[in-house]
């Protein structure tokens, strides 16, 4: 018992977590890469052509995996963020800042296919529906995250400012999801849900769950890059970073 | 309690000394509802239409202008670090404040809110439903602003990147609230919307002072 939690807990710092991070991202890579490929097959070519939506509905396979990762990663980085500030860990933080650009990334994403799968089916780039205004608010959740973390120079403060901030905009994520039910208008309502069987073709659906796994493994390979930065940024006065090869290597 | 009250009474004692701000704060909202109908024209049946937008918009802004000068002036002079070390949490000193602001910033648009909402040729009931409205969601603005006046408190650019953090966490409010007052002007009943502008300041009341409090013990670390 006292062994396992001694395990764990070796990896919330940052010297024994940097390591392992290295030795993980080469991996995450490779799940990218082989899921973006069969996700991408399965999307444009062995997916059906859909009866009412022609081929303009493809766009979901870049569209849906990106907005379940910008409310995803949001929960992700709110969680890292509690963490930290309940059992101040430095990791955390770090952890929470490394989430944020990835997200807001996603975020944008999601709304930029959005525009695109939009124009052709509802004749429109941007209409104000609970959806599409709930994720542009998570965006903008993101962006102000990331400029309190920038604006605030004591890297510790900056965590556990940020780490408030972001545990309050979390209760936006459940408004996203519930958004559908409580404002009906444009916007088809959710066609995946655990309630009721998925009103898609099969092979639509497992494209794009497959799809999601690519998102999913690329932006863990991304934001454990993104971390293992952070923390040689952090920690460089710490004896540990500078007897890595790598940094040796860089100062020679 | 009494300590509260000792606060509110401050706050408010020296808001009146600097009668400027609040009057400050006051009139741009009314400018600012007065400009719209200037953009956009005098049609009645169109403006009767975006009133209560514009209000609620124009409040939300009005109170932002407070929220810098929530906490940086007891920041800047020491009070702060005396209320964070006196016998009496933190939390209720902070919820004192919060009170003090709506007063001075939150509870004058509310009063004035039906004057403004003439000039858009809204009727009795909408008036009644927005004095309503605005009586739920202002304290929710400055409930919600003060987490933010918090988190930046002595940050570089703090005024802009307020406005960056608070603004996104008004959407409910002003949606629910400018919601109701439409609602009452197309003919529909406001009641379930102003029933969940009270369950979020029920909310608010709840958690904010809380986590306005954690973001000042970060920023006096």
Redesign the interface.
Known sequence: MSNRLINWFKFASPQSFYPLAGKMIPWFWALAAIFLIVGLYISFFVAPTDATQGEGYRVIFVHVPAAWMSMFLYCVMAGWAGIG?ALNTRLSGMMAQAIAPTGALMAFLSLWTGAFWGKPMWGAWWVWDARL?SAL?LF??Y??FI??QA???DAR?AD??GA??A???VV?VP?IYFSVKWWNTLHQGASVSIMKSPTMATTMLWGMLIMALAFWMYSIAVILTRVRAIILEREAHTEWVKALPEVRGESR | MKAVIAIIRRDLLLAMRRKSEVLTALFFFIIVTSLFPLGIGPEPALLKKIAPGILWVAALLATMLGLSRLFAPDHADGTLEQMALSPTPLGLLIAGKITAHWLTTGLPLVLLAPVLGIQFDLDTEALGILVLALLLGTPLLSLIGA?GAA??LG????GV?LS??V???Y??TLIFGAGAVEMVVSGLSAAGHLSLLAALLAVAVFFAPW?TT??LR??L?
Do not use: H, Q, S
């Not at chain 2, 940050?155 to 703090?158: A, F, I, Y």
């Open positions: 500030l205004t608010i903008f959740l962006i102000g400029a309190l604006a605030i120079d403060r556990k400012a408030i901030l545990l309050v905009g936006n408004i | 987490i988190l930046t940050v570089r650019g703090g990147l960056l953090l603004l996104p966490l959407v409910p986590a954690a973001a970060i920023a670390e």
